[in-house]
């Protein structure tokens, strides 16, 4: 986290978030059960698994639920001057 918050969806909650770790797990799936029938690692994909290239978080927000990539909740904060530090 290496700014302040604010929720571009409901616009105002500055303080209460939830920050979700994503922790991705490569696995190959069955087309007709649906079994998991491989787990990979980042040291064994195979030729044709592309290694997750997403967020390490997410953000949401706990007033109104939206969740957004952390940039998105900085950015807005950024781009609205807090009226507490005036």
Same mark, same amino acid.
């Given at each position: 986290?290496?700014?302040?918050? !604010?929720?571009? *969806? ?23 059960? *649906? ?9 064994? !994909? ?7 290239? *997403? ?9 109104? *639920? ?18 507490? !530090?005036?």
């Amino acid at each position: 986290m290496s700014g302040p918050y !604010l929720c571009p *969806g409901c616009k105002t909650n500055r303080t209460r978030f939830n920050v979700i770790e994503q922790i991705p797990k490569g696995i190959k799936m069955d087309p007709q059960s *649906g079994e998991i029938v491989e787990e990979y690692s980042n040291d064994n !994909l195979d030729m044709f698994h592309i290694p997750y290239q *997403g967020s390490k978080y997410r953000v949401q927000c706990a007033a109104c *639920g939206l969740i957004e990539n952390e940039e998105t909740f900085i950015a807005r904060a950024n781009s609205q001057k807090n009226p507490f !530090l005036s």
